[in-house]
Structure formats: structure tokens, C-alpha cells
């Protein structure tokens, strides 16, 4: 086992910078997640480390060794691609075997290997079957398989389960963080799935535009996101967001846009009163934005206009306007209510966010 020191790595094709000097420390046996959108250069990163692309300009180091110019069969990783690569003409057990074959490792030595990855992943009977006669997450299984008889260093994961169905996927993330707290590997993932990425990693590395965001562990990036950004991609549905303009009114500090005087919470008075004039960003998730009661004070309530309630069963997600802004609430599933509808919302001011309007840091 091993740690993944990436250090200032840069990234050019031609004019495309796709990756701008990443610099990321992954412990020994921890499992790290890269998310972010198609082209932010999470794969990219990934396939650097794997040796499959090419540094432009900075180092990376497995253990203590460098291998910017090492090929890939020499880093001693193993990588678990998005589309399985599976040799169709080839049983289970020959598709799992290949690679220690191809290493010249004794047949004994082989099958052993082959067997227990086989057992911990539940596909001992399917070893003299082809992959055409395999379900998807049998298959990815395979190709699981295929990586673990290596005993490599570091696990690479370009996201490995995207082409199962949702429910298949669910099943597999469990699968996958049993699969490491079982070997204890260091391992890296890459995907666009903020869920995926919230539930399998120790912890996550938000990516953008060739730029690491944030990194920290799930309900940091939740509880306190470094940005806007992050704010907006962490989190399902996401996070709300309002212009609004901070003003001072008889010693307190106020949110303030054509539908909302929020009052800010003192845990983030100091943050934000150097604002007092400007316009910043507030952010609110929709679990914190519920229908108001007598309970809660006005302070903390605005008015909005339903434009889709959508029933989950467990919660109602109320799609709502409110002064020209889109925001999303989540309300309790007995409520009646129709596109239309008026409806009074109250924010949970212990959960308030401020971002900095030109820079979108966190203000707190």
C-alpha cells in the first residue's frame, strides 16, 4: 500500500489547459473521491497518475518513488474502467487471470489470487462463464476482479459504475465501500456524481475548470462549502441562491431583496458586516426551507409563488419564485398545495450561507 503525492501538476494540450497545477496528498489506505463536471480534469488527473496521459509540467509520486516518466505497468496500480474492458472470447476466470499471466506469475499463485477475489466478490460460480452471459453488475464485478488479483498499491476508479441502471448502482457503492474496508488499498474515484461521491469517499476533492474547489470530508463540503460553487454542486436538490443587498436596521443586519428582509444570525454577523451596503450571494439548501408556522418569526419568513409541486412520497420538493428568483423547498408530505398557490416559507437561520458577490467565497 501505498500514498499519492500530485504536486503542481499541470496539463496542456495544444491551447486547452485542462488541468492547472492540482496539488493533492492522499494518505495510505484512504479512499479519495474527484468530483465535478464533465471537462473540470478529474479523469484527466486520474489517468495522469495512471500513467495513461502525459505531465506537462509539475510531479506526482506513488510512495516515495516519482513516476512522471514511469510507464503504467511499473506503478503498480490498478485501474477499473467506466465501460468494464472485458475480453469477450474469454471465460471469468481467463479475463481475471490475464494480467498475472502476462507478469509470468505461477499458475498456483494464479488461481489462488483468482478464487479469493472471486469469494469476496461473489462470483465464484460465474468463473467459467463468458461476459456475455453476465448481467452489468456482474460484469463490473469481473472488472473489479480483474484489479484486486493484482494486490496493487493504488486502486484507480474512472467511474466504474455509470452504465448500471440506478437501483444497480446503489447495490455496487455498498459493494465498493465493503470492498476497500476489506483490503484497506489506497484507493482514487473518479465521478460526476455528487452522491456517489458523498457516500464513498473519506474524503472528496471538488474539481472545476482544471482547479481543485474544496477538499475535505463529505459533510464539511456540506456543512461549510469554501464557495459558491461548491455550495451549488454538493448537496441534492441544490443549494438556493438569492441577490440580495445587506442593510443595518436598528442594530441588527438584514438580507434584504423585493421579497425577503432575512435577518442575519449572529453566529455570521461578523463575517458579514463589513457587507453592509454591498450585495452578496445568500444561500439556502431546500431541507432548510420549510412552510411557516406560528412558531417561527417573521424575520426569518417570506412569501413565494408554487410553480411545480413535486410528490416523492416521503417529502413534497416545492419549485417556487420568489422576486424573480428560482428556489427549491422541501415541505412535509401532507401539505396541500398546486402550481399557483401562495405560500409562506420560513428559513432555518442556523443554516444561512453568504457568499461574496464578486468572488463567491464564503463568508463566515
Known amino acids: ?79 477499473v474502467f467506466q465501460n468494464y474492458a472485458l475480453y469477450p472470447h474469454m471465460s471469468v ?22 478464487r479469493d477475489a472471486a469469494d469476496i466478490l461473489g462470483i465464484r460460480d460465474h468463473l467459467h462463464r463468458k461476459p456475455r452471459q453476465l448481467s452489468g453488475g456482474q460484469r463490473q464485478r469481473v472488472a473489479l476482479g480483474r484489479a484486486i488479483v493484482r494486490h496493487p498499491q493504488v486502486f ?22 465493503k470492498l476497500h474496508a476489506r483490503l484497506g488499498t489506497t484507493a482514487i474515484y473518479v465521478t460526476h456524481d455528487q452522491v456517489e461521491a458523498m457516500t464513498l469517499g473519506d474524503r472528496v476533492v471538488v474539481m472545476h475548470e482544471g482547479l481543485i474547489q474544496q477538499v475535505g470530508e463529505p459533510l464539511e463540503l456540506y456543512n461549510l ?64 426551507l420549510h412552510t411557516a408556522n406560528d412558531s417561527h418569526s417573521e424575520s426569518v419568513c417570506f412569501t413565494a409563488t408554487v410553480d411545480v409541486a413535486e410528490q416523492l412520497g416521503s417529502e413534497i420538493l416545492l419549485d417556487v419564485r420568489c422576486a424573480g428568483a428560482s428556489m427549491v423547498a422541501s415541505v412535509e408530505p401532507t401539505l396541500k398545495v398546486r402550481a399557483g398557490d401562495t405560500v409562506k ?6 443554516r444561512l450561507h453568504f457568499f461574496d458577490q464578486k468572488t463567491e467565497k464564503a463568508l463566515r
Request: net charge negative; charged share 25%; with cysteine.
Open 345 to 350: 416559507l420560513a428559513i432555518n437561520p442556523r
Open 156 to 177: 484507480l476508479f474512472d467511474e466504474p459504475l455509470s452504465n448500471l441502471d440506478a437501483k444497480l448502482r446503489v447495490q455496487m457503492r455498498v459493494e465498493l465501500k
Open 1 to 79: 500500500m501505498a500514498s499519492v503525492s500530485i504536486q503542481e501538476v499541470h496539463k496542456q494540450y495544444d491551447d486547452f489547459h485542462a488541468v492547472k497545477g492540482v496539488s493533492l496528498e492522499i494518505k495510505d489506505h484512504e479512499f479519495i473521491v474527484l468530483v465535478g463536471p464533465s471537462g473540470c480534469g478529474k479523469t484527466t488527473t486520474l489517468r495522469m497518475v495512471a500513467g495513461l496521459e502525459s505531465i506537462s509540467d509539475g510531479q506526482i509520486l506513488i510512495g516515495d518513488t516519482v513516476v512522471n516518466d514511469l510507464p503504467p505497468m511499473d506503478r503498480d496500480i490498478a485501474m
Open 225 to 288: 462549502p469554501a464557495n459558491k460553487y461548491v455550495a451549488g454542486f454538493i448537496g441534492s436538490p441544490a443549494m438556493n441562491f438569492a441577490r440580495t443587498r445587506i442593510v443595518a436596521e436598528n442594530g441588527t443586519l438584514r438580507a434584504v431583496n423585493e421579497g425577503m428582509r432575512i435577518e442575519v444570525p449572529e453566529h455570521l454577523r461578523a463575517a458579514v458586516e463589513p457587507e453592509v451596503g454591498q450585495e452578496i450571494w445568500l444561500g439556502i439548501r431546500p431541507e432548510d
Open 93 to 114: 476466470y481467463d479475463n481475471m487471470a490475464f494480467g498475472l499471466k502476462m507478469r509470468k506469475f505461477d499458475r498456483t499463485e494464479i488461481d489462488k489470487r483468482v
